[in-house]
């Protein structure tokens, strides 16, 4: 049974496939002479489906649900440059993996804290009682992690003035906390987490590494030496690092200006990056400004991430062309 869930890993949901693909697929990854019995009992295990006639072939829609004591699962972290199809992959890979969980930037999730306020029960009643009109919203919004919890602020729609702008400060990003106690807080919620099944967007590498880099102002020797860290916290650990790779820096980010712009041409992205990236500690140290600005520093993480990817997580990382690369690659 587990040699044939492992052949019915390699089918893509919702894609068909002729006789002919599947046989291929059945040699690629089983050394046993008789194929065609093999496809007969991955359909009789309702693993595969399959016209009358036998023309055309699809992976059942259920079948991880059914055989999944027999799945090794593992844990995704999807990373990559601003623009390089994070979000296209991580929809891609949950239509592939329908029995994983997903998390979203802006999302709770058990390791990352992006776009969220982490707040104590002082300051959690505090926020309650400023926006007394948004309370049941706040409540829906948050999760009791016991001694903090977790206001997945972003996703609260609102017209009150100034709502979003006060939750910010709750952040541990953008230099609101100082280095000791961001790194704990990072470290300690990586040491708890100890999941199978679960694909992340920009957990691993993207918002801790922008923090450091630009308001903590850390160096790369200092930045590899905190993954080294990590590294050890994660032992025993499954996980994989997919990592989107971005050829040509500047012909992305236009890429990204012309996609995140409204229907009369106003960029929604670009202004509020930029404005990010100038108000930064590193940014002003570096008078960073305007795209030349933002490639020099984007150029420095991809370099300091495939640094990370190289000498930390080489067994864990699987490196991609961004927007043109095969599911079955990971």
Known sequence: MIALVRIAECFENGKKYS???????????????DIELIRREMFQYKMLGRLRDGSEYWAEPEW??????????TNYFIEGLQGAGKSTLLQRLSEKYQDYEVFR??????????????VTEEQYAGVLSRYESLKNEIVKKTVDE???RVICYTQILTDVQGFHKDLEQYEIYNGNLNRETFEHIVLSRFQKWNETGQIFECSIFQNIIENQL?????TDDE??????????????????????DVDDIREGIEIIRRERSDDKGNELWFPLMMKYLEESPYGKKN???DMDGLVAHLERRKALEHRIMNEVFREESVILKAKNYNLDEI
Not at 106 to 117: K, R, T
Request: glycine letters at 6%.
């Open 19 to 33: 006789e002919k693909e599947v046989n291929e697929i059945i040699k690629s990854k089983i050394a046993f002479s």
């Open 64 to 73: 991880r649900k059914i055989y999944g004591e027999y799945l090794g699962k």
């Open 105 to 118: 930037e802006g999302d709770y999730s058990p390791v990352e804290l992006a776009w969220c306020a982490y």
């Open 146 to 148: 016991g001694e903090h």
């Open 214 to 218: 630009l308001y903590l102002m850390m």
């Open 223 to 244: 930045i590899l030496d905190f993954y080294k860290r990590l590294k050890t916290v994660l032992s025993g650990k499954p996980f994989q690092i997919i990592y989107l």
């Open 287 to 289: 008078s960073l400004c």
